[in-house]
């Protein structure tokens, strides 16, 4: 589903991302843990082509097609999705016509608003006035609509609360289809600082990002005891 290899990315003239390499198969779920200011945001906003990172150097393949130089609104047509850690507030559009735009016209709206605990939000500007949770929760409405193949997440348990985080765990299993089981095809790649999402979820990889490259890789949750044990530093000692 998706490679990316050796990629290098710049933004505002400065190299954040040095070399990463990231493979992504059919119905497989994906974890980036990694401290503050390490990569991970650029890189999820660098597959999604938003503008301001720009690649220097390697390939962003998905579906067997490099997409290095499509637009934003090209690489959703070809079924990539983001939910990002801090989504702008779009005044004078409602939350109910970005599901509508999602979805080509196809999901019925106050069905997928019901499954988020949003129906009153339909009819409000998107995020305008929203707290932390509600606008995670606003994301992945929009992503239901959606329903894109590759699905990247940033941080999508960050501030919302302990009643809704189960809720979220449920949502974002059904965007990847973890109920298909043995038919699964959708694909993520879900940042996490804190790991809490990994209770509410069967993820298949982790990686490391740290500085702007990935220290390591393997099972997410030995990656996440790991870190839960000895800190992020332990990066740095396993890197040298
Ligand atoms: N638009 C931007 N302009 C300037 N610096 C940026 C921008 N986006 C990210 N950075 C910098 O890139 C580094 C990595 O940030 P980020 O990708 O947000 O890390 P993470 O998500 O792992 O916390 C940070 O030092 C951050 O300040
Ligand atoms: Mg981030």
């Known amino acids: 589903m998706l490679t990316v290899r050796d990629l290098h990315v710049e933004v505002a003239g400065r190299e954040i991302l040095k070399g990463i390499d990231i493979e992504i198969r059919e119905g497989e779920t994906c974890i980036l843990f990694g401290p503050n200011g390490g990569g991970k945001t650029s890189l999820l906003l660098a597959l999604m082509g938003f503008s301001n990172y720009q690649v220097t150097k390697g390939e962003i393949v998905f579906k067997g097609e490099v997409i290095n130089d499509l637009p934003i609104n090209e690489r ?10 801090r989504p ?5 559009v409602k939350t109910r016509q970005m599901v509508e ?6 999901a019925d709206a106050k069905e997928l608003a019901h499954q988020l605990d949003l129906i009153e939000f339909l009819d409000r500007d998107i995020n305008l006035g929203f707290s932390g949770g509600e606008i995670k929760r606003s994301e992945l409405l929009q992503l239901l609509a959606q329903s894109p ?13 302990l009643e809704n985080i189960a809720l979220v765990g449920k949502v974002i299993n059904k965007l990847l289809e973890k109920y298909l089981h043995r038919k699964r095809k959708k694909a993520g790649l879900i940042i996490t600082h804190t790991g809490h999402i990994l209770d509410y979820l069967e993820a298949d990889k982790g990686y490391v990002l740290f500085d702007g490259q990935i220290g390591c890789q393997g099972n997410p949750r030995e990656i996440l005891e790991d870190i839960r044990r000895r800190g992020y530093e332990a990066c740095t000692i396993c890197r040298r």
Request: avoid cysteine; proline fraction near 6%.
């Open 76 to 85: 959703a047509k070809r079924g990539i999705g983001i939910s990002m850690q």
């Open 101 to 106: 735009i999602a979805s080509d016209g196809q």
């Open 88 to 92: 702008p507030v779009v005044r004078g």
């Open 149 to 161: 193949d590759l699905v990247l997440l940033d941080e999508p348990e960050s501030g919302v609360d």
